[in-house]
């Protein structure tokens, strides 16, 4: 099952993510980042950047989860300008060395093949910090997924493009399309970590990692992974059933563990 850890905030979940990834890049200076954009993986990012202070990032490789059709990339809000700006700027890594689907790219139909090559060749993603989208999308697959999924276009919901409309003036400049990984290919990066905060994502949550496993929630895709992390603040872990249990689990792990 995937270890759920419940946090008093956002600062407290991005230092303890943030620490499991330093400890990677000093292991692993060419390590894998799966990266995730949107509002929740900020302050990983946030608190990787004193951490990485004098460590040598200029190896580390990225991926993002996904990116959208149909706005130029220089839009401020393509997912390659917020990875530029909240990833490879501020942590200094290798611009030629972190991607996000090409969502440019004149063959789109293909274009998701060769992202997966890619990761594929990078020798796959080490770790891959996930968002939760309301209607349980991870990456951008929504609702109906297949858990065989690869890299490939998918039309956002309704619901998806709502929650998004407050990255841009309205709804109607919310692209409708997008390139996003797979869950086959997500589910194939060694250590899946989630994080999720606010009262608006408990349901997803408690049911990616404690209802049926259904592509109709496609966060339960984690459950079929053997090493999944779960980080949310109190109120998106509030409708866990076995909160205390991971409570107590975590407060009793061993510290060598790490996460
Ligand atoms: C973004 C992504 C999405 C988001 C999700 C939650 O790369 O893959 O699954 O993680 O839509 O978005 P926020 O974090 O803005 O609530």
Redo the contacts with the bound molecule.
């Keep these: 099952m995937a270890e759920v850890i419940i946090v008093p905030d956002r600062a407290d979940a991005g230092a303890l993510v943030a620490d499991e990834i330093v400890s990677l890049i000093r292991r692993t200076p060419d390590a894998v980042l799966g990266l ?5 993986p900020l302050p990983v990012y946030e608190a990787l950047r004193p951490r990485l202070q004098g460590v040598d990032v200029s190896r580390v490789r990225g991926f ?3 990116e959208y059709v149909g706005i130029d990339l220089d839009h401020p809000e393509s ?1 390659a300008s917020v990875i530029r700006r909240e990833v490879i700027e501020p942590l200094g890594l290798t611009p030629e060395l972190v991607r996000t689907p090409p969502a440019d790219d004149p063959d789109l139909a293909t274009a998701g093949e060769r992202y997966d090559d890619a990761i594929r060749e990078a020798g796959g993603v080490d770790i891959q910090i ?4 309301t209607d349980g ?4 697959n929504e609702p109906g997924s297949s858990f065989a999924s690869r890299t490939r276009v998918k039309t956002l919901t309704r619901q ?1 493009r709502e ?1 998004n409309a407050r990255f841009f003036d309205s709804i109607d400049e919310v692209p409708r399309h997008c390139l996003t990984q797979g869950l086959g290919t997500i589910l194939e990066a060694r250590h899946l970590v989630l994080l999720a905060f606010g009262e608006g994502k408990a349901a997803a949550v408690a049911g990616a990692v404690e209802g049926p496993v259904t592509s109709m929630l496609p966060g339960s895709a984690i459950q079929l992974h053997p090493r999944v992390t779960v980080v949310v603040d109190e109120a998106a872990g509030s409708r866990l059933a076995l909160a205390d249990y991971y409570r107590d689990a975590f407060a009793n792990k061993p510290d060598w563990q790490g996460i």
């Excluded at 995730?36 to 929740?40: D, E, I, P, R, V």
Aim: aromatic residues 10%; charged residues 10%; without cysteine.
């Design positions: 995730a954009t949107g509002s929740t993002a989860l996904d997912y996930l968002g939760i989208g999308h991870i990456g951008f998806t929650d």
